[in-house]
């Protein structure tokens, strides 16, 4: 079986907490975690609700193999209406808390309404209660982890919460757990912190033990497991270097997205990449890449931990930093580094630190920060806005103003807690917010890589990478070469990486094991741990069922055809360096296609065919 | 003919002395193949994966080809830990470095 077959039901406003059973017909057709949580999610809320109402939703959703010996099988996700985008918000994270859910046995938990006083979630297995949070609402993700540990006297607890930001209607503000994993997009963090949720912690001892097949489910896990050892980016690459072996490969293609994506190279790539952070500083003799660390049941372990020098001007006189935490990942150093056009390699890391200690989504805060410099420079904000701060591309000092500022919900900080888009209207500068349906872009310029432009148009949280990666058959050639400055044959690359990745998502797996597994390494160990017959192609289908669903929700919420679309700036300003000089993202040669693969007609919509073959 | 040549990640430390940033300017023949420049600093050609020329891709058919380079042009060269398929046959072609 793998699911737990239970639901955690938790009304905030009556403070009941019940079980009710899994819907296994759902489970059926929409696996796990991303499709069923949003399954749940579409039959239960408007809409059209206020995202930050008591009639929003807020479901913390694991997968079948959450918890399970699976590689990467750590996996759990936050679904809900976005404030951020106004869309559907499926934000996904490792660390260890989903596998300890499945393990307190627990596939999902529906929080819903609002409580009166903030509140924390305590499960224990079977048991599972409200209880008040007054102590550690107005704290950090890390003072909240401390206290609850503390209280509870379980080193093993393991927690979820918002910090300040989140409190303070920070629109980016994440769900950070184990100290510093993210279910960082598109606002879910604030969704919580409506609720006056503060954090969920959880103990599990009760196991997994309900696979449906245990010896093959070892023998396709272990076969599995050595596909991802023997291949050279999850065997090598990614633990060696992370995801930030991409920021000398992306600058040199042409595609770094450079101070608010005016520029598509940045002169300081090499400064704030992970060949950089494995170098020993000229300051201390140390490097800032500290170890790598892996998620539970992870046999990958790309996760960076750092240390900033303690004489950086970030972190002097402040030994609450003079320890180590997560990061920086290639995004997160491209969004606060490249996008500001900073290389202090300590300074983003700083930044990266706030963002873990209170909750905010690096991509969305330093794009920010990137497109209130532009606002800046250009003299539509002054000092008197800032608060007398210069923010200049390439200032350190202003960066890690702006991430304390945002985490603590003072001055500035509160135009920066916007994200850009809201930002960038505020002053009357729109078209400076490089944004889809309000959220903001990652690492990749599509006009450097052209796939990425209709990727970023189409997802369905908006600018992302993780919706549809054809960076990994555009630049890396996985699992097939292209050309990444044609757009010829990316609509199909685009609705396949689209659909596979929902699929992944769904699985209760990282979508980083898609480096070297494709649906048919994922398909036997699925069919050998559930009831059903899972195969590759099944799954395939269960994601182009995810997506049209996610579709339908936005549609239904208010979304338009006219908003699969990128800022003017990448469709008509030419990159200027590189490769794709001279180029402009070509999205209005690969839409019409998309539609049309995708079964929709040409205003955007999935015609009845497709409504009825995927059983919609 | 002088041109860059940048090497990443474990390839870092073949670059000769005097490299920056992974970088380092070095004087190759006119006529030279990659293979020829990939074997000059005793890169193991297994470990010469994703072979870039100015930023664009070179598959790995081509890198017994002469006339590929220029003089001033960008040879940047990483190890398997950055990329999947690198041959020519999965797509007739790519888009030049010289165009």
Same mark, same amino acid.
């Given at each position: 079986m793998a699911w737990t077959g239970k639901i955690l039901r938790v009304n905030l406003t009556s403070g009941s907490v019940k079980q009710e059973a899994l819907n296994m017909d759902w489970a059926q057709t929409y696996l796990g975690q991303r499709g069923l949580a949003t399954k749940y999610l579409v039959e239960e809320i408007d809409p059209k609700c206020d995202p930050l109402g008591p009639d929003n939703k807020l479901i913390m959703a694991t997968g079948p193999l959450t918890g399970t010996m699976a590689s990467t099988g750590g996996r759990y996700s936050v679904i809900c209406k976005s404030p951020l985008t106004g869309c559907v918000a499926c934000s996904n994270s490792g660390g260890f808390i989903g596998a300890e859910l499945k393990n307190a046995g627990w596939d999902m938990i529906i929080f819903e309404g609002k409580s009166k006083k903030p509140v924390y979630l305590y499960v224990e297995n079977d048991k599972a209660e409200l209880l008040p949070a007054d102590k550690i609402w107005g704290t950090s993700v890390w003072a909240t982890d401390e206290w609850l540990h503390k209280k509870h006297q379980d080193p093993a607890l393991r927690i979820a919460a918002v910090g300040r930001s989140a409190e303070n209607g920070c629109l980016y503000s994440a769900v950070i757990n184990d100290l510093h994993r993210a279910a960082g997009r598109s606002g879910v963090g604030t969704v919580m912190a409506s609720k006056n949720l503060k954090a969920v912690a959880v103990r599990g001892t009760a196991g997994v033990g309900n696979i449906k097949d245990p010896k093959r489910f070892m023998q396709a896990t272990t076969e599995a497991k050595q596909v991802l050892a023997e291949n050279a980016v999850t065997g090598q690459g990614l633990p060696t270097y992370g995801t930030q072996v991409l920021m000398n490969v992306i600058n040199e293609i042409g595609a770094l997205p450079t101070r608010n994506m005016r520029e598509v190279q940045f002169e300081g790539a090499h400064k704030i990449s992970a060949e950089a952070m494995a170098e020993p500083r000229k300051s201390d003799g140390k490097a800032n890449l500290t170890t790598n660390a892996g998620c539970f049941g992870c046999t990958i372990a790309c996760g960076r931990i750092s240390t900033i020098d303690r004489t950086h001007f970030t972190i002097e006189n402040k030994p609450q930093y003079w320890g180590n935490s997560g990061g920086l990942e290639y995004e997160a150093a491209w969004a606060m580094g490249t996008d500001t056009g900073i290389d202090d390699l300590d300074a983003v890391t700083y930044a990266n630190f706030i963002c873990n200690e209170d909750g905010m989504d690096p991509i969305t805060f330093g794009a920010t920060v990137a497109a209130a410099m532009e606002l800046y420079e250009a003299g539509v904000i002054g000092d008197k806005e800032t608060g007398g701060i210069a923010f200049k591309f390439g200032n350190a000092q202003a960066l890690a103003k702006a991430a304390e500022m945002v985490a603590t919900g003072e001055g500035f900080g509160k135009d920066l807690a916007l994200g850009s888009k809201k930002l960038c209207e505020k002053y009357g500068r729109p078209e400076l917010s490089m944004t889809v349906k309000g959220q903001e872009f990652p690492a990749y310029d599509p006009r450097g890589i052209q796939g990425m432009g209709l990727a970023y148009a189409t997802s369905n949280r908006g #600018? /992302?990478?993780?919706? %549809?990666?054809t960076v990994a058959s555009e630049v890396l050639g996985i699992p097939e070469k292209t050309d990444p400055l044609v757009t010829d044959g990316k609509a199909g690359l685009v609705k396949a990486f689209q659909d596979a990745t929902a699929a992944f998502d769904s699985s %209760?797996? /990282?979508?980083?094991t898609s480096f070297a597994w494709t649906l048919e390494n994922v398909a036997p160990q699925l069919d050998a741990a559930c009831a059903g017959g899972w195969s590759p192609e099944r799954l395939a289908e269960v994601g182009e069922r995810i997506w049209n669903m996610e579709r339908e929700f936005n549609l239904e919420a208010g979304m338009k055809a006219s908003d699969d679309t990128l800022p003017k700036r990448l469709t &008509?300003?030419? #990159?200027? &360096? %590189?490769?794709?000089?001279g180029k402009v993202n070509g999205l209005s040669a690969m839409l019409p296609e998309y539609y049309e693969l995708r079964g929709w007609s040409k205003d955007g919509k999935p015609t009845d065919k497709t409504r009825q073959r995927l059983g919609l | 003919m002088r041109i860059t040549l940048k090497l990443y990640a474990s390839l870092g430390e073949l670059l000769p002395p005097g490299a920056h940033e992974n970088a380092a300017r070095v004087e190759v023949a006119n006529s030279a193949t990659l293979n020829e420049i990939i074997d000059q600093y005793r890169v193991p050609r297994e470990l010469a994966h994703l072979v870039l020329i100015n930023g664009f891709f070179a598959c790995e058919e081509d890198r017994d080809k002469p006339g590929r380079l220029r003089e001033g042009d960008t040879l940047a060269i990483w190890p398997p830990v950055a990329g999947g398929d690198v041959r020519c046959r999965s797509r007739a072609g790519y888009t030049e470095p010289h165009r």
């Open positions: #600018a /992302c990478h993780l919706r %549809g990666y %209760g797996l /990282c979508i980083f &008509t300003e030419k #990159a200027n &360096t %590189g490769p794709a000089e | -």
